[in-house]
């Protein structure tokens, strides 16, 4: 294994730990408030539900970066393939948009979510309008997804 | 015409007829009664029977949800359960049901049961005091103090027996173990009475607790009865309340049969209670009542000879809204674009002066929300799934609406997921037209495209809504100009041909002219050159367009991971194939939720955020008409 596959390798894995901790936060968020609801208002767990797992894109958008910084590695399904150094910090540079993007819009989602979580308690009606509010946030989640695809697709080994 | 012309209604008629007309509009249910502002009318009030009715609203509703435990249990037969229903036109007939004996029964098993709960947890607490001392040999009556000596019952800390031990050689106490526990023991004591008060302090340092039989345990001992006989005698007891609440349950069930007549009578009620609070709505003098109100234009006739066809001694009126009025609004749009309606009512419906926008946009998120997901097995299973539900669960109101939007959905995700996506995660590469993994740019110009369509397209909404409000040369200049400018920058950019650059320059005059509203000419210019400055803001709304294609992208990566570790399972000896059909299913349900959940949202978020800012006002009020309320039941 050279220094540019270790490289490479490394920023799959902070796509995936940013990511996840981003999501794992703003979910925790988004849950800490719709259990504490729910314990008055049981019935609308499903309106709660879809508020918690908002926030949990960030998390699915780095797993993705890594499954395709690892389909270019050749890690999975195919034979490994062995980048140079600049290579190698090409794609860990790559992957930092999804990361550090999904690191923070998961955390703030999750605040977002979990205020809308109040909201819907008091006004069932409008669950739509807290969930456009946090798709709102997740543009740059989306956006930083955008990227790091973009310039894994334009890195050939 | 998306929005449906409304009318004002007035309507005049004797006081004697008075509810009647009030029910008569209620079964219509055309109408929403305004406050009849008339200086010379007095208001009537409604307090009359409204507290005797939400009394009895709380009892039957109480009482159903009693019943509600002999429900029909299960998922699938609560979605497709159907609503009882009831005759509009003859649901004062359930009145004559005597409610009040059931409510009177449902509420006396409940107090019962209730009691008969407490009173088992009670009994409960003393066996499970008495229970460690089962092994005490003595009948409880004769634990009595001597003239001599004192008998106590307790226990005490594992630690402190060796203590108590000692003592007990040295001093005249007596104890024997009834129960050794993991951390205390229970003891029976006795002791000399001549020196009680130093053996109670001693008895105290070892921490020792004393226990007491309560009245009631004693109550039950017989002479020569141990303790094993009391706690036989609480267990049945037990036994003897807990058949009695199986044969309460039982009546319960038996009262069941009366359920749906509650429902019918709680619903008649909870319509009636509207009737009493709208009647105060009404202006009245003394023989003669006043109501106002709006109503769809069409229905106006109707309305008009319905009321007359009851009674003579009434007058209907009807005239188009007042300039200073603002009528509520409602949404007329073909069969197809109706589904479309529930994403503009969640983001306000129309102001006075703006038009409806639900079929301008149905195309756009019909055709985004396909780019999202860009599934064709997904897209055909949310289709059918949704078909399926309409068949059998026969969904009314917002739910129908809301299924039939996932069914076009379905269907525009399975067309854009043949051309360009796949079938759970594999390529049908003989359909496809582009393949976003391998050419990601050109699916992302696409988007982009397409974004551009829909915000010019806004644009061109608001000159010919501006045109339409009398705003000329507002529209046509400013407006107008950037309808130009946009699409001949663009071109002139690719293809430096200077046609293109003069026309764009002529596009942006008409902004910088006309797009301040000023009258002083230089803040015009200026005002204008700044407003040349939300081009910015049109690139931006462009560039979001961008998410189509990441959202495309996540959706056939993420089915592409499902099904390479479907093959990886495969590996595996033996239990393979059920591991990776396992996988095979979950993961690709997992992805086709949130897929649909994030191309839902993000192209309604498009539809709202890009789309509407360029054209649409909303603030109108919904209309709510004056009719028949129901929860459990419906009304035919």
Redesign the interface.
């Known amino acids: 294994m050279t220094l540019g596959f270790t490289l490479a390798v490394f920023g799959g894995a902070l796509a995936v730990v940013l990511g996840g901790i981003g999501s794992a936060i703003g979910v925790g968020l988004a849950g800490q408030a719709s259990s504490g609801v729910m314990s008055e208002d049981p019935e609308k767990f499903g309106s709660y539900l879809?508020l918690v797992?908002?926030p949990?894109?960030q998390g699915?958008?780095g797993?993705?970066s890594a499954?395709?910084v690892m389909l270019t590695l050749g890690l999975?399904?195919g034979p490994l393939k062995s980048p140079t150094i600049y290579q190698g910090w090409q794609i860990l540079i790559a992957c930092l948009p999804v990361a550090f993007a999904g690191l923070v819009s998961g955390i703030h989602q999750g605040k977002v979510c979990a205020s809308g979580v109040y909201m819907v308690a008091k006004q069932p009606k409008d669950l739509?309008?807290p969930?456009?509010m946090?798709?709102?946030v997740?543009?740059y989640a989306?956006?930083g997804?955008?990227i790091t695809?973009?310039m894994l697709?334009g890195i050939n080994l | 015409m998306a929005i449906a012309e409304v009318q004002k209604v007035q309507i005049l008629a004797h006081d004697g007829v008075k509810m009647e007309i009030l029910s008569t509009l209620q079964e219509e249910g055309l109408v929403q009664l305004e406050r009849a502002n008339v200086e010379e009318l007095d208001l009537e009030s409604s307090s009359r029977e409204v507290s005797h009715l939400e009394h009895q609203l709380y009892r039957l509703s109480s009482a159903l949800v009693y019943l509600s435990r002999w429900e029909e249990k299960g998922f699938v037969k609560k979605l497709f359960a159907q609503k009882p229903q009831i005759d509009r036109q003859k649901r004062e007939e359930i009145l004559d049901f005597d409610s009040l004996a059931v409510l009177d029964k449902i509420e006396k098993l409940e107090a019962e049961k209730n009691e008969l709960l407490s009173e088992i947890k009670f009994l409960e607490k003393e066996e499970e005091f008495i229970n460690p001392l089962e092994g005490l040999e003595l009948p409880l009556r004769s634990l009595k103090p001597t003239d001599s000596t004192e008998i106590l019952l307790g226990f005490l800390p594992v630690s402190q027996e060796e203590a108590l031990k000692d003592l007990a050689e040295k001093e005249a106490i007596w104890f024997e173990v009834i129960n050794r526990g993991k951390r205390i023991i229970y003891l029976f004591l006795v002791y000399a009475k001549r020196e009680k008060d130093r053996f109670e302090q001693i008895l105290k340092d070892l921490n020792f607790v004393h226990l007491y039989f309560t009245e009631n345990m004693l109550s039950k001992a017989d002479e020569n009865d141990k303790v094993k006989d009391v706690m036989e005698k609480i267990q049945a007891e037990i036994q003897e309340k807990e058949r009695r609440l199986e044969k309460l349950e039982k009546e319960g069930q038996d009262l069941f049969v009366h359920r749906e007549k509650l429902m019918l009578l709680h619903d008649v009620l909870l319509s009636e209670r509207v009737k009493i609070f709208s009647s105060g709505l009404l202006g009245e003098t003394e023989r003669v009542f006043y109501m106002e109100g709006w109503i769809r234009s069409s229905d106006a006739e109707k309305l008009k000879s319905k009321l007359k066809s009851s009674t003579d001694a009434i007058e209907v009126y009807s005239r188009n809204p007042l300039p200073e009025e603002e009528p509520p609004v409602i949404l007329e749009n073909p069969k197809s674009g109706k589904p479309f309606e529930l994403l503009t009512k969640?983001y306000g419906l129309p102001q006075r002066g703006s038009f409806d926008p639900t079929l301008p946009m149905a195309p756009f998120f019909f055709l985004f929300v396909g780019l999202c997901v860009s599934e064709a097995g997904y897209g055909l299973l949310v289709a059918l799934l949704s078909l399926l539900l309409i068949k059998f669960a026969k969904p009314k109101g917002g739910l129908l609406q809301f299924l039939k939007l996932f069914t076009l959905l379905g269907i525009s995700t399975a067309v854009l997921g043949a051309l360009i996506g796949g079938w759970f995660g594999f390529p049908l590469r003989s359909l496809m037209v582009l393949d976003p993994l391998q050419d990601?740019?050109s699916f992302?110009i696409l988007a982009l495209v397409l974004g551009f369509a829909q915000v010019w397209f806004g644009t061109l909404l608001n000159m010919i809504n501006g045109i339409k409000n009398k705003l000329y040369f507002e529209s046509i200049f400013a407006q107008g100009g950037w309808l130009l400018l946009l699409p001949t920058l663009v071109i002139y950019l690719q293809t430096k041909q200077s046609i293109w650059g003069i026309l764009s320059l002529a596009g942006a005059s008409g902004i910088v002219f006309f797009g301040s509203p000023s009258r002083n000419p230089f803040a015009r210019f200026f005002g204008g050159l700044y407003s040349l400055y939300g081009i910015s803001r049109y690139l931006a709304d462009v560039l979001?367009y961008?998410?189509l294609?990441?959202?495309g992208?996540?959706t056939s990566?993420?089915a592409m991971?499902v099904n390479?570790l479907c093959?990886t399972a495969l590996g595996i000896p033996w239990v393979g194939w059920l591991l990776a059909a396992l996988i095979f299913i979950g993961g690709h349900l997992f992805n086709l939720g949130?897929s649909f959940?994030?191309g839902f949202?993000?192209s309604?978020?498009l539809q709202?955020?890009e789309f509407f800012s360029k054209f649409f006002k909303s603030g109108g009020k919904p209309f709510s008409p004056f009719e028949l309320e129901s929860k459990f039941v419906e009304f035919i």
């Open positions: 879809l797992a908002l949990g894109t699915i958008y797993f993705l499954f395709l999975v399904g739509m309008k969930v456009i946090a798709a709102l997740e543009t989306v956006l997804l955008l695809i973009l697709n | 969640l990601p740019l992302l979001s961008s998410r294609l990441a959202l992208l996540a990566v993420i991971v390479t093959q949130i959940l994030g949202v993000h309604m978020r709202f955020v």
